[in-house]
Structures are given as C-alpha cells and as structure tokens.
C-alpha cells in the first residue's frame, strides 16, 4: 500500500461541492490500486477571511508543506471584493504560490471529441487542439518590486508594479517547457513582447540559450499580441507554449475558452521539490453554488493531474481520465456542457456515473 | 476648398504599395468634397534605418508636426530584427506615439456582414461583431521607468520593465473612452487586472470615478484574462473597451482577429492636439511585399478614419467607408479574403475597383 497525504482546500463557491466528489473519487481509485490517501482538509480564500481574517492562515500554509499534494477547488465571491487587497481571497491564491514556490504552472487546452461543438470556433479549426500552456507562476510583474500606489511630485498618485525576470528565473520555467515539450510532440513556442520589453528580450536570449539543450525540440518565438491571434485564427499551430506569469494568464485563459468548455479543465502548479497544487481553471461560480448543479469533471481531472505529476501514479491517474471520457461518451452531462440528445445529471450525479465506469 | 497637410510614412514591406493606392483614392475623394491634400512623404522603420541608421530621423518627427494628419502603412521586416533595440523599426513606432502625444487609440474590429466567413468562429457566434477597443498608447509598462537589463548582487542579469499609471494618465484615456462609448452604444468594458496589480487598482478606481460625469454610459469592469476569454466566448457581449497599453495590445489584436480578415481593420491614435496618426492594424508582410498581392482596404480605411477623427471631414470619411462595402459587395477580394466565387484581384487593381465606385 502506498500512502499519500492530500491536503484538500474547499475554497469557495462551487468549491466544496466538486471537491467533495473528488474525493470520493479518489478513495475509489484508491482501492483499486492499493493507494491509501490521508486527506487533510485546510481554509483558503473567503472562508479563511471570514473565519479568520487572513485569506491563507500560516496553519494552512504549513499543512499544505506537510502533505505530498495539494487540492484546491476555487476561490473567490463578490462579498470579498471590495476588502483591501491583502484581505482579498485572491491575495491567499497568490500567497499559497509564493509559500510553495510553485513557479511552474501547466494548463492543458484539449478539444476533447465529445464537447467539440461546445467551442464557439469552427468544428474544423479546433478538432485536435490539444495546448499545454506552461506559464510562469511565481515571478514576473504579479512579484516584482517596487509596486504600490506612490504620491507623485505634483501631489497625484502612480500606481506601480514592476514585470522583472533573472535568468535563473527564465533558466527554471524555460527547462520545464522544454522537458513538457519533449514528452509531447516536441514544438515549444515562448512567448513574450521582446520587441518592446527589456525583461521580455532577456527572456528570449535565455530561452535560447537553454535550447541549444534540446535539439531534438523544435524552439519557435512568437509576441504575445500574435500569440492572442494565432490561437483564435489557428490554434492546431500550438503544442507546447512557455512564457511568464501575465502573458500566461491572459493566453491559458483564452485558450482554454477555445474548448468552450471550462468546466472540463485542469491545472498543475509544481515547485523545485515540495508538494505541488492541483486546482480547475475555471472560478468559484458563486451563482450557482450549494445548488447541485456544478461540473466537478475540472476538479476530478485535477486530481489525476495530482495523481500524473504529484504523486508518481500515472496509471491511476490514466484510470481517471478514461473514466472522464467514458461518461461523457455515455452522454452524461452537466448544464454547462449540455446539448440536445444527451442526459443532464448533477454534480454529485456526475460524481457517481463517474465512479459507476472506474 | 479646404486644405489638409498630410504625411505619408510607408514604412515597410507591403507599406508602400498599399500607401500608393490610398493617396489615389484620397485625390478622387478630395475633387468630389473639395478637398485639396498637400502630401508629404517621410522615412520610418526599417526605410529609415537603411536610409540614415535611426528608425525615427529626427526630419521625419518635425514633418509629421507640422502636418494636420500623418498616414503611416507599416513598419518591420526579418532583416532589422537582430539589430540592437534602439535601431528597430518598432522603436521608430513607439518614437512616433511618444513624439506626437498619441495617448489614444482606437482600434475597431467590426464583422462585415460579407466576409464574415473569413472568421473562424461560428457565423452566430460573430455576427453582428462590433467593438471598439479604446488603447491607452504612450503609458504603461511600454515606456514606464525603470527599464533595462541590470547586474543583480548575485552576477546575474535582471530584466525589468514597469508598469505605472498616474492619475491624470488614466483620466485622459478614460475620458476618450466614455466619449466614444457615448456616441455609440453607451457600453463601456474597462479591462484591468486589479485583483493582483497595483496599478489596475488605481486605474479601476480612476475610471470608476471618472464614471460618475457619464450616467448615461453603463461602465464595467473586467480582469483582463477573463476579457481575453469572453472574446472568444461571446464577442457580441462587448461595445466599447478601454484598457492600457500592453493589455490593448493583445486584446485588440485578439478582436481583430476574430473578423478573420485583419486585412481590412484600421486604427487610429490621437492626442490632446496636433496630427493623429492612422494605419492599418496588420503589419508589413515582407513575404508578399512588392508583389501586388496585398489588400490597401486596412490602409483605405485607415484613410477613412484619418477624415473623420483627424480632419473632420465625416462625409469624405463615410464616402470611402461605403465604397469598401461596395467592392466587398461587388465580389472583389485580395488574396487574404479570398473564397469561391469571388473575384481575386490584386492590391492595385482592387484601388481601382474602389474608385470607379466612388
Ligand atoms: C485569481 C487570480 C489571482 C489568478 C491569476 O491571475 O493568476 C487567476 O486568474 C489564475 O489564472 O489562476
Ligand atoms: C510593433 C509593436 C511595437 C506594436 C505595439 O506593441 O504597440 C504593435 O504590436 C501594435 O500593436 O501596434
């Protein structure tokens, strides 16, 4: 038996729900591979602010270190909107990374043949897209210092933030794209805006420095304002993208939009050693939380990214996304990825039809 | 007879060819409204770092002063890309915005009705398709201080670049912003990223603020990867968006792209007073360059909201904007918008089309 420990952080909004059914996930996936988890459970986000004031508690912080891997569901709600920014739950998203120096953040955009016509693109433009975005997680202008809100000398204020990268910072992310890249079909594409930054042509030359390593991976360049063109007017041009942590946001998002179906999408946040953190990409969906109707599909997926990059169990991990696809093949769906013909089911429903095919 | 000065910079690549098609159709727009242009014809980018090693001659930037309007075509090519920063065609762009003032541009990506399967989305998803994306141009982490490469303690290098806003610079361009939502849909999308930057922060609160002089304008906020992927969800959702320099940079071309034929979008970028400068929002092309290939209707219509937005000349402006549709209506297209059944026709050929119909 192989023992894992998992710390779980709920979050909010739809948070809970879809992590519950994870879980019972797991522990069937357990059984069938001798794989014993130790969940732990911890608050993060709005539920830590309203428990405790602090959207990371350090108590949090230092069970997250203490496990092998860390599930977090979502965070986020308009009631923690207007707090000041050191209170907002997503200060505690934020602080989690930087406290687990997760600087590796890998977010798959599949067309998965099943949801194709859920993609508001073309049938023929997006059959096949499979993206992994490898964005840069803990550095960049969402770290950099100075920053702040500063008085000027005519007495107005200057709002500051400050996008800066080292090389050993470029070296680390840059060698994760590669090695992603290697273990797919071998074309990295970095993105940055070298034609105008400074600390984005820093980030070119060392990429390509680091590509002189990996002959065999196909290193191409291309400016974040094409990159947002390219991956609407042709995203099957895309295998593997690396860049920093703003260009990454803004591109992961908008190629996960080009599956049209968010709720199926999960992400990986990994570090030099340490646990790493699982989570969706999409939000908390305050709107329809504690209603039963949310996808847990992105969270379950993210467990077996858990399982795949965290815990050294890909064939569990295999497990899950074959059960993934079998019950959409059944047609079951939830109301976000539901279409004519097929049978609308629940979140815990899903959960269940899911578990019925593991 | 009204007299206008213009300033011709054709740049690169496909830029001159498309540049000389334009002048022709303004000469048959000027004898029909009485206008006379007195051209003059300057060097930027690549043309002028061949010419005189900078890609902004200092001739180039008193020219474009002393006009009323400055049409640029397009600027960059391979052969300068290796060349030290401050001899690159774009640093002659940015030059020019930083030179003329240009704080505001404005960047339409609009679905007409006749190309609208160029796009690669779904006909419903884009039908209808017309946003204006309001880009703050001469701020931000484009031309913020501190930037450069620096030695850290340790004896690696550090990129920096920085992303600051006052008061006042937010306040110009949101005003512009609010004014152009105002004459047309009275929806205004202000994109930040004020859950993680300082700077969005005070941005979200300028324009918040600027918000209450336009009670007639219905003001949002959006984070800027969400904007990136409700583009791609549901453009039709958007009027008017205003947002800063780098994040108008993608997000506008991301836009653009969803037409599906970039070869047709113009842009403008104007000041407090002085010249504006109009261009297509597609680059030089090299590879189809002096071939007779490229389509001038990005550029023609860059003319178009040259007349209307920098010579108050509304009704040259609409002439030119309806004689586009008429071609486009007539079945002439260039190679870019190519598709069965119409009539390809090349970049001269389609000025000439354009101007019988004028
Ligand atoms: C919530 C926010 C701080 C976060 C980010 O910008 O990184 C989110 O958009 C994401 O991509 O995980
Ligand atoms: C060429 C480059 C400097 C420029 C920019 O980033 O502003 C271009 O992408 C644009 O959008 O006009």
């Known amino acids: 038996t192989r023992q894992h420990r998992i710390t779980l952080l709920p979050g909010d909004g739809i948070g809970p729900e879809i992590l519950s059914v994870t879980v019972d996930v797991l522990k069937t996936i357990g059984k069938q591979f001798d794989i014993q988890f130790e969940f732990q459970e911890a608050l993060i986000g709005g539920a830590a602010i309203d428990a405790t004031g602090n959207p990371l508690p350090e108590e949090t912080l230092t069970l997250c270190r203490n496990s092998d ?5 979502a965070i986020g709600g308009y009631q923690w909107d207007s ?8 200060t505690g998203l934020l602080g989690i990374r930087a406290g687990l120096g997760l600087f590796a953040n890998l977010r798959p955009a ?8 859920a993609s508001t693109l ?7 897209v499979d993206i992994m975005v490898v964005r840069e997680l803990t550095g960049g202008i969402y770290f950099g210092q100075p920053k702040g809100i500063f008085e000027t000398e005519t007495g107005e204020k200057r709002g500051v933030n400050t996008m800066a990268y080292t090389d050993s910072e470029v070296d680390r992310i840059a060698k994760i794209g590669f090695e992603t890249a290697q273990k ?5 594409c970095s993105v940055d805006k070298a034609n105008v930054l400074d600390v984005s042509q820093l980030w070119r030359d060392r990429v390509t420095l680091m590509g002189k390593n990996y002959p065999d991976v196909d290193l191409s360049h291309m400016y974040v304002d094409n990159a947002a063109m390219q991956l609407v007017r042709n995203p099957k041009q895309f295998d593997t993208i690396v860049t920093g942590n703003m260009f990454g946001d803004i591109l992961s998002d908008a190629a996960a939009m080009l599956t049209g179906s968010i709720g199926m999408l999960p992400s990986a946040s990994l570090g030099a050693d340490g646990p790493g953190l699982f989570e969706p990409v999409h939000g908390s969906a305050p709107d329809i939380a504690g209603q039963n109707k949310a996808n847990p599909l992105a969270q379950v997926l993210s467990a077996a990214m858990m399982l795949r990059y965290g815990l050294n169990e890909p064939e569990a991990a295999s497990k ?9 093949e059944k047609g ?13 089911v629940g979140c815990q429903e899903m959960g269940e039809v899911l578990m019925n095919v593991l």
């Open 122 to 128: 073309k049938r023929e433009v997006v059959e096949g």
């Open 110 to 117: 599949t067309i998965l043949p099943q949801l194709i016509d």
């Open 69 to 73: 891997a860390v599930l977090l569901a």
């Open 320 to 328: 899950i996304e074959q059960g993934v696809l079998a019950v959409l």
């Open 83 to 90: 707090l000041p920014r050191h209170q907002r739950p997503e």
């Open 184 to 188: 797919r079909s071998g074309k990295l």
């Open 332 to 344: 079951y769906r939830t109301g976000d990825i539901m279409s004519e013909g097929m049978t609308w």
